[in-house]
C-alpha cells in the first residue's frame, strides 16, 4: 500500500506562488488533480517516474511545474502567478502503469490518491 501525503497549501493573493509537496515512496507515475467546490476532479500535471515526461493541463501550462526528487520520495508541484480560479483541494495520485497519451489525464489511471489539500487563491 502506497500512502501519499500532500502538503504546502494555504491562502495566498492572485500573483502569488505556492509549492505543493507529495511525499510519495516507489517507482510511480506522479500526478497532481485538483477538484473546486460543486466541480469534478481535474487533471492538472503529470511526470512519469524518470521525470524526462511531463503533462500539463492547458490552464497551468506555463505557470505551473511539476518534478520529483526521487533521492527524497518526494513529488513538488510549483505554482507560480495563481490565479483566484486555481482554488480548489489538490491530491497527488500515484500511477503503477507506465504514463501514456491516453492514460495521464484520467483519474480512474490512477491506483493511489492523497487527502488533498486547500489552495485558497484570493483576488
Known amino acids: 500500500q502506497v500512502q501519499l501525503v500532500e502538503s504546502g497549501g494555504g491562502l495566498v493573493q492572485a500573483g502569488d506562488s505556492l509549492r505543493l509537496s507529495c511525499a510519495a515512496s516507489?517507482?510511480?507515475?506522479m500526478g497532481w488533480f485538483r477538484q473546486a467546490p460543486g466541480k469534478e476532479r481535474e487533471f492538472v500535471a503529470a511526470?512519469?517516474?524518470?521525470?524526462?515526461?511531463?503533462y500539463y493541463a492547458t490552464s497551468v501550462k506555463g505557470r505551473f511545474t511539476i518534478s520529483r526528487d526521487n533521492a527524497k520520495n518526494t513529488v513538488y508541484l510549483q505554482m507560480n502567478s495563481l490565479k483566484p480560479e486555481d482554488t480548489a483541494a489538490y491530491y497527488c495520485?500515484?500511477?503503477?502503469?507506465?504514463?501514456?497519451?491516453?492514460?495521464?489525464?484520467?483519474?480512474?489511471?490512477?491506483?493511489?490518491w492523497g487527502q488533498g489539500t486547500l489552495v485558497t487563491v484570493s483576488s
Open positions: 511526470l512519469s517516474w524518470g521525470g524526462r515526461t511531463t
Open positions: 495520485a500515484a500511477m503503477s502503469s507506465p504514463i501514456t497519451v491516453s492514460n495521464y489525464a484520467r483519474p480512474t489511471s490512477y491506483d493511489y
Open positions: 516507489g517507482t510511480y507515475v
